[in-house]
């Protein structure tokens, strides 16, 4: 018998040691393809400059410095070559850097709260950007080099800093394969001529990318001085080099908003570092067209682009796969999330968008504004976007996707390019006060300030919108308490310990919202209480949805109750 088992007991050892060493071999593989290599800086003596802190909430390394305004805003000066604009922005925003990592992380753990898939995810999007530095250029990889030399270690367990840092890059791409979760839906404008008071180009946008509050919490407005190109200004966060919102010193400026994408397969440049690139080097539309457009994206996006040397604005439409370029025969454009060039008029996705999604009652509401508030100033175009109405000025509830103003931007911005004066809203949102900044005035007299001043062009500033003090401003910061409060019972089975008057009051707090009404439909639903359910269902259906998606929902949780209420009339009644 043994000389019979020894062999076969063998025989399974070598197999399994064989495992193994195809599995150690496939993890040493996978490890290798998805460890992206930081770039190597010929000049390193930036790393051993030391930060000053000479006030509170103020950092200084030579000319360089970052520092709380009175405003909130966190505002940053910094200049040099790339690897040395990375090391000081990084050693200045240090902090911020390891508070706006970990909101990101904090928000995906509530998304996704199942640490095996988010282990998973983890490796799905290592994968996924495998590749990701072949497409940015040797100078963006250095200033993010430079920057993740100072990120948190408490975060290696995600990856290295390098690592991490770039594939954040990606972030504003990446939701694209999220949108059921909100995370991007944006909306921008540009007026000229006769629709502008003063006849030059004026421009407005909600960047409405929405990663927690405590994400938005800390933005900085970055004043940059590369050793190549322009000089530019845009809102960014700590570690992040990418341009979402800017403009630079010759008057053009950089928006963008996400259109409706594939789940991407692998990555490309992101939409944030074309938007950058263009920030520091084109001076016309034709120019930032020429950029994008030597540019591989993995998403698609309209950059909408103004421009002091042409007197007006225009929009890239960039896909994975084309480009196109929308001009106005008219003195305004507008720009949602979906294409409107003829090259986008038959693709699937883009028609598919366009029906299923907020993005064109929200375009045909601020068509509606600008016909109806021109000529405008900086102060019209800011009352356009903290608009919270639908189409014709009705009540649609706060906080509705379709309307210009959502109640999430993580910020609002004006520009003024032939002035170069840029307008920044400060929280909440974009109904706080809008902060002027002159970047003629920034890069010629404020560039090397040694001391903590205010930088702002005090007035200049917009004032908050009434809104703020309003009782309908109370009721939203009580129903977002309130909903994520109702969310969580439902969640977890625990409805039972809301107090008597909670639906009452939950209904007063946001009465013209759907999501309300649809969340008392689920409450009275894990009742057993159908036919309260159905009604709720019914009330919810009756209102403004945004996506199509959530009217099929609702849809269905009507026809679940009819369903229960036919099995069993006078159940919960």
């Known amino acids: 018998m043994a000389d019979h088992t020894h062999p076969r007991l063998r025989r399974i050892v070598l197999i399994f040691l064989l495992l193994l060493a195809i599995i150690a071999g496939l993890a040493l593989w996978f490890h290798y393809r998805t460890t992206l290599i930081p770039p190597e800086p010929q000049d390193t003596t930036s790393v051993n400059l030391v930060t000053e802190n000479p006030a509170p909430d103020f950092y200084r390394i030579g000319p360089n410095w970052l520092k709380k305004s009175s405003s909130g805003l966190w505002e940053m000066y910094i200049e040099g070559k790339p690897f040395e604009r990375g090391v000081i922005n990084g050693k200045l925003s240090k902090h911020l850097i390891a508070a706006q990592e970990k909101a990101f992380i904090d928000q995906i753990r509530e998304m996704v709260p199942s640490a095996f898939y988010l282990h998973f995810l983890k490796y799905l999007i290592y994968w996924f950007n495998r590749d ?5 250029t040797e100078e963006y990889k250095l200033e993010i080099y430079g920057i993740s030399l100072s990120a948190s270690p408490q975060f290696d367990f995600i990856g290295s800093n390098y690592q991490r840092i770039l594939n954040y890059h990606s972030a504003h791409d990446i939701g ?5 979760y909100r995370l991007v839906g944006c909306t921008s404008f540009g007026v000229w001529s006769e629709k502008s008071k003063d006849s030059n180009l004026i421009i407005g946008r909600n960047f409405d990318f929405y990663v927690g509050d405590e994400f938005a919490r800390n933005k900085i407005i970055c004043f940059e001085k590369p050793d190549q190109g322009f000089g530019f200004m845009m809102v960014t966060w700590g570690g992040m080099v990418g341009a979402v919102s800017g403009m630079n010193e010759a008057g053009l400026t950089v928006t963008i908003n996400a259109a409706k994408s594939e789940i991407p397969t692998s990555a490309r440049t992101p939409i944030s570092i074309v938007a950058r690139e263009i920030l520091q080097y084109a001076s016309t539309i034709s120019e930032a067209y020429a950029i994008a457009g030597k540019r591989q994206t993995f998403v698609s996006e309209s950059i909408l682009i103004g421009s002091a040397k042409d007197g007006k604005a225009a929009i890239i439409e960039k896909s994975p796969f084309k480009i ?8 305004d454009i507008c720009c949602a999330n979906h294409f409107q060039s003829p090259e986008f008029d038959s693709d699937p996705l883009n028609i598919l968008n366009k029906k299923e999604n907020a993005s064109v009652y929200r375009y045909k509401r601020l068509v509606q504004d600008i016909a109806g508030n021109s000529p405008l100033d900086y102060r019209g175009v800011a009352a356009i976007l903290r608009d919270r109405q639908g189409l014709n000025g009705i009540n649609i509830g706060m906080g509705n996707e379709k309307a210009m103003n959502q109640l999430i931007a993580h910020h609002s911005i004006i520009f003024m390019p032939e002035k170069l004066l840029v307008w920044v809203s400060t929280s909440p949102w974009q109904i706080g006060p809008y902060v002027c900044y002159d970047l003629y005035k ?7 300030l040694q001391q903590k001043v205010e930088i702002t062009e005090a007035a200049l500033t917009i004032p908050s919108d009434d809104f703020l003090e309003s009782i309908d401003y109370r009721n939203f910061m009580q129903f977002i308490v309130m909903r994520k409060d109702l969310r969580q019972k439902l969640k977890f089975g625990k409805t039972n310990l809301l107090p008597g008057s909670f639906l009452h009051d939950f209904r007063n707090s946001n009465p013209m919202c759907y999501e309300v009404y649809e969340l008392i439909g689920d409450y009275y639903y894990q009742n057993n209480q159908w036919m309260h359910a159905q009604a709720e269902y019914r009330h919810a259906l009756s209102l403004v949805i945004p996506r199509l998606n959530e009217k099929r929902r609702i849809i269905g949780k009507l026809a679940e109750c009819n369903v229960r209420i036919i099995k069993a009339p ?3 009644e």
């Open 176 to 180: 694209h394969a999220l949108q059921d």
């Open 442 to 448: 920034i890069f010629h007299n404020f560039a090397r």
């Open 570 to 572: 006078r159940q919960g």
């Open 132 to 136: 990701l530095d072949k497409y940015l």
């Open 324 to 331: 196109a370029l929308v001009t106005s025969s008219t003195s």
